[in-house]
C-alpha cells in the first residue's frame, strides 16, 4: 500500500478514463508536404558551412593519393557530370512531372466522378501506382517496353531515358491524383450547392468554380512533389539511363576507382541536387504560407 | 473463362509454327545493321581498362577497340551503348544492342539467353584483395568470414555457397574497395586480373592477392540467340578467331594496360598458322 502512488501528485498523472487529450496542432497529423518543409527549414547559412564541410570531410580521409589530387580529378569531369548528367536528372524530372500532373488531374477528377464504375478504376490504379516501390516500376516500364515502335512505318527510337520518364511519371499520376481529388473535396459542398441552384451544369461548376478554388492549394503540394521526384531520378542509375549519379560512378572508375574519390565526387552531385532543390523547396513553403486557408 | 482458354490453345496451335521457323536463320539483326548502316554495340562504361569514359564521355578501352574493329570489318558506323551487369542480357535480347561485349563470363544459364560466340576473347579467375596482415592462405580461411563484393558478379554465389563467406555486395567498385579500407570486411573478392592491375598502381601497400585463383573462366561476347549459327555469329566466330591468330587481342592487351594472361598467349600459339614462318 505504501509503493503506490498518487496520479498526478507523487506520480506522472494518469487515468483510464476516457478524456479528451488537448489538440496539438504539431504532432501526429500526417504532414503531406514533410519534405519539403524540412529542406525549406534548413537555414541559408547552413548551407555554406556545408559546402565547406565537404571538402573538409574529404581531406580528414586522405591517405596517399592525396585529396587535392581527387579535387583535381573531379574538376575535369565536372562539365560532363554537369551537362551530360544532371542535365538529364531536370529533363527527366520535368518531363516525368509534366505527363504525370496531367495524367494525375485526369485521374484526379474520375475520382470525384459520378459514375461508380469509373471512381472504383481511378481508386484502384491511384493505389496500385502510389503503393508499388517507385524501382519496380521503373524496373517494369524499362525492361518490358519495346526500345523503339514503328508508327507509319518510321521507327521512333525510345532511349532509355525516355522509359525511366514514363516510370517515373507512373507514381507521380498517382500522387498527383490525390492531390487534386482532396483540393476538389476540400471546396465546402455548400458551393457545389450554391452552384447547383445558379444552374450551372456539373461541368461549369468543376471549371468555373470549383477548379479556380483548388489551384492555388495545389500549388505547393504539387511542387513538394516535384522536389521528390528530382531527388528520385538518381534510381534510373540503377537501371543503365545515363544520368548524373550513374555517370558519377563511371568517372570514378575511370579515375581508377580510388576510394578517396568517394566523397568528392558523391559530394559534388549532393551539391548538384541541392543546389537546385533547395530553392524549390523554400518556395513551395512560402507559397504555403500565402496560400494557407485564412480561417 | 472457357472463352480464353479456347483462344489460348487456338493461339498456340496457331503460332505453332511460327516457333519452328524461328528456328532457321532470318538474319534480322545482320540484316539491320547492313542496312542502317549502323552496328550497335554494348559495352561497359564502368569496368577500366575494358571499358571506361573519358572526360568527354565517351566510351573507351580494350572492348570498344574491340567493337571498332568489328564495324570497321562490317563496313558500318559504330555506335556504342553503357550497359551494366545487369541489364547487358535484356538489351541484347530486345534488340536494343546488335552485338554484346561487356566482359561478360561465359556461363552455361547465360548460354540458355544469349548467343555466345567462341573462341572466347579472354579469361579470368575468381580472387581476393586482401590485408596482409590477415595472411590467408587458402580459402577455407574466409570461411564465417564479412567479404565485400561487387553486385551482380556471378562469383558471389559460388563462393558463398562454397566456403560459406558471408557476402557484403556494394553498387560500385570504389564504393566496395572503400569498405574493405573501412575494415568492414576482411578481403575484397574480384576478378583477378582486375585485382593484379590495382596491386600493380602500389596504392595499395599492405595489400596482397594471396589465394589461387579460382574458376578460371572464359568471357564471351554474345549476339541474339537467334542469330547464333547464322551469318552473325559465324561472322564473329571468325572475328575472334583471327583476333587470336594475328595477336590483335595480345596487342589491345598491351596497349589498355592489362595484366598479360597466359591464356591469350596460348591461343595465340594454338592457332598460329602452320605455314607462317
Not at chain 1, 581531406?59 to 554537369?82: E, N, S
Not at chain 1, 524499362?142 to 514503328?150: D, G, K, N, Y
Not at chain 2, 509454327?17 to 532457321?24: H, L
Not at chain 2, 573478392?189 to 578460371?216: H, N, Q, R
Request: charged share 15%.
Amino acid at each position: 500500500m505504501a509503493n503506490r502512488a498518487i496520479p498526478g501528485v507523487a506520480a506522472h498523472a494518469t487515468t483510464d478514463l476516457p478524456v479528451m487529450l488537448p489538440f496539438n496542432p504539431k504532432a501526429g497529423a500526417h504532414d503531406e508536404l514533410l519534405v519539403s518543409r524540412w529542406l525549406a527549414s534548413v537555414p541559408p547559412r547552413y548551407v555554406f558551412f556545408l559546402l565547406l564541410l565537404w571538402p573538409v570531410a574529404a581531406f580528414a580521409q586522405g591517405v596517399d593519393y592525396t585529396t587535392a589530387d581527387a579535387f583535381v580529378a573531379l574538376w575535369r569531369w565536372i562539365p560532363f557530370l554537369t551537362f551530360q548528367g544532371f542535365v538529364f536528372n531536370i529533363l527527366i524530372s520535368v518531363c516525368a512531372m509534366t505527363i504525370g500532373t496531367l495524367a494525375g488531374a485526369v485521374l484526379g477528377l474520375a475520382h470525384v466522378s459520378r459514375l461508380r464504375i469509373i471512381r472504383q478504376v481511378a481508386w484502384f490504379v491511384t493505389q496500385l501506382f502510389r503503393n508499388s516501390p517507385w524501382l519496380v516500376l521503373l524496373f517494369i516500364v524499362l525492361l518490358a517496353f519495346p526500345f523503339q515502335i514503328e508508327v507509319f512505318g518510321t521507327t521512333i527510337p525510345i532511349p532509355g531515358w525516355v522509359k525511366a520518364v514514363i516510370g517515373l511519371s507512373l507514381p507521380i499520376m498517382a500522387n498527383i491524383s490525390e492531390i487534386v481529388r482532396g483540393a476538389v473535396q476540400s471546396v465546402p459542398s455548400a458551393q457545389w450547392e450554391a452552384a447547383e441552384s445558379l444552374a450551372f451544369t456539373r461541368t461549369q461548376t468543376l471549371w468555373q468554380i470549383i477548379l479556380p478554388q483548388c489551384f492555388k492549394r495545389m500549388i505547393p503540394p504539387w511542387m513538394n512533389w516535384y522536389a521528390i521526384l528530382t531527388m528520385a531520378t538518381p534510381l534510373c542509375s540503377l537501371l543503365g539511363v545515363g544520368e548524373n549519379i550513374n555517370f558519377t560512378r563511371q568517372a570514378m572508375e575511370a579515375e581508377g576507382n580510388r576510394p578517396e574519390l568517394l566523397v568528392p565526387f558523391f559530394g559534388y552531385s549532393l551539391v548538384l541536387f541541392f543546389a537546385y532543390c533547395y530553392p524549390i523547396a523554400r518556395a513551395t513553403m512560402a507559397l504555403e504560407k500565402r496560400f494557407a486557408l485564412k480561417l | 473463362m472457357k472463352k480464353y482458354l479456347a483462344l489460348t490453345t487456338a493461339l498456340s496451335v496457331g503460332l505453332g509454327p511460327f516457333a519452328a521457323i524461328a528456328q532457321e536463320c532470318t538474319n534480322d539483326t545482320w540484316n539491320h545493321v547492313m542496312e542502317s548502316g549502323t552496328l550497335t554495340v554494348g559495352v561497359k562504361a564502368d569496368y577500366k581498362p575494358w571499358g571506361f569514359r573519358n572526360t568527354d564521355g565517351d566510351i573507351i578501352g580494350m572492348e570498344p577497340d574491340m567493337a571498332q574493329l568489328v564495324a570497321d570489318t562490317m563496313g558500318v558506323d559504330l555506335e556504342l551503348v553503357a550497359v551494366v551487369s545487369s541489364n547487358r542480357m535484356q538489351f541484347l535480347e530486345q534488340g536494343q544492342i546488335d552485338l554484346m561485349i561487356a566482359t561478360m563470363t561465359d556461363r552455361p544459364d547465360r548460354r540458355e539467353i544469349v548467343g555466345i560466340i567462341g573462341p572466347n576473347y579472354y579469361t579470368s579467375g575468381t580472387n581476393i584483395l586482401a590485408p596482409e596482415a590477415l595472411e590467408f592462405d587458402e580459402w577455407e580461411d574466409l570461411r564465417g568470414q564479412p567479404v565485400c563484393a561487387v553486385q551482380g558478379a556471378f562469383y558471389n554465389q559460388i563462393v558463398e555457397e562454397r566456403y560459406g563467406v558471408e557476402i557484403v555486395a556494394f553498387g560500385g567498385t570504389a564504393e566496395g574497395r572503400q569498405a574493405l579500407r573501412d575494415r568492414r570486411c576482411v578481403a575484397w573478392v574480384y576478378d583477378d586480373s582486375s585485382i593484379g592491375s590495382t596491386l600493380a598502381t602500389g596504392e595499395w601497400e599492405g595489400f596482397e592477392m594471396p589465394l589461387p585463383s579460382e574458376d578460371d573462366s572464359p568471357w564471351g561476347l554474345a549476339v541474339p540467340l537467334a542469330e547464333q549459327n547464322c551469318i552473325f555469329g559465324n561472322f564473329m566466330s571468325g572475328m575472334q578467331y583471327n583476333w587470336h591468330q594475328d595477336g590483335t587481342l595480345l596487342e589491345l592487351e598491351e596497349k589498355w594496360g592489362i595484366q598479360p594472361t597466359p591464356y591469350l598467349q596460348s591461343m595465340n600459339e594454338r592457332m598460329a598458322d602452320h605455314l607462317a614462318e
